[in-house]
């Protein structure tokens, strides 16, 4: 049974930084695209960022460019978000999400390619 589960999600005040993480059990995901995807209340589930196979091959939302950092650890399948100078509009349950199949980014950006979800973590930026 394939499980995602994220860890790291929390209360922080604006500024501050987090790192999330998304451990995967059930089956290898290293040569798959893995993505962070964020939803506010009353939202749509959003793309935040993916990795593909290399770290080296990123992708990030405009809204968090410059501020989060995507990375992965294939060793120990897990996947990783840092979050720096956090805003009260990053506030959102975050979810990992794995891709059966890599593709260009723009493909990747969407829910829909991605078939493996975790839970979901909350992250809570105060002002």
């Known amino acids: 049974q394939v499980q995602l589960v994220e860890s790291g999600g929390g209360l922080v005040q604006a500024g501050g930084s987090l790192r999330l993480s998304c451990a995967a059990s059930?089956?290898?995901?290293?040569?798959?695209?893995m993505g962070w995807f964020r939803q506010a209340p009353g939202k749509e589930r959003e793309f935040v960022a993916v990795?593909?196979?290399?770290?080296?091959?990123?992708s990030y939302a405009d809204s968090v460019k410059g501020r989060f950092t995507i990375s992965r650890d294939n060793a120990k399948n897990t996947v990783y978000l840092q979050m720096n100078s956090l805003k009260p509009e990053d506030t959102a349950v975050y979810y990992c999400?794995?891709?059966?199949?890599?593709?260009?980014?723009?493909?990747?950006?969407?829910?829909?390619?991605?078939?493996?979800w975790g839970q979901g973590t909350q992250v809570t930026v105060s002002s």
């Open positions: 059930g089956r290898t995901f290293s040569s798959n695209p």
């Open positions: 999400a794995a891709s059966a199949v890599d593709a260009g980014t723009g493909y990747l950006a969407r829910t829909s390619a991605y078939s493996y």
């Open positions: 990795v593909r196979w290399s770290n080296f091959i990123t």
